[in-house]
């Protein structure tokens, strides 16, 4: 009987507690939004100085596209969340 309460208690724990951790990757992810957001406005800035080589603008656009992709993913990921959040 006393396995049983402990089990029950913990589930209870554990179910509390996951929201906070569901929360705290959203603002993760706002960060790296942030940061991409930053990295982006910089490749922007030297694509129109135009001084770079090929292989380098290159490079830095596949990075850029890279970059766009994984905030597309994270935005459909939290989007998904939030659906489940609001059933």
Not at 32 to 40: E, G, I, L, M, T
Request: hydrophobic letters at 40%; charged letters at 40%.
């Amino acid at each position: 009987m006393r396995r049983l309460l402990k089990g029950i208690a913990i589930a209870l724990a554990l179910g509390f507690a996951l929201p906070v951790f569901a929360q705290s990757n959203r603002v993760n992810d706002k960060a790296k939004d942030v940061r991409d957001s930053a990295k982006n406005a910089a490749d922007d800035a030297q694509d129109k100085l135009g001084t770079d080589s090929g292989a380098k603008k290159a490079k830095r656009h596949a990075k850029k596209k890279i970059r766009n992709a994984r905030k597309a993913a994270r935005d459909t990921k939290n989007d998904a969340k939030d659906k489940m959040d609001n059933k």
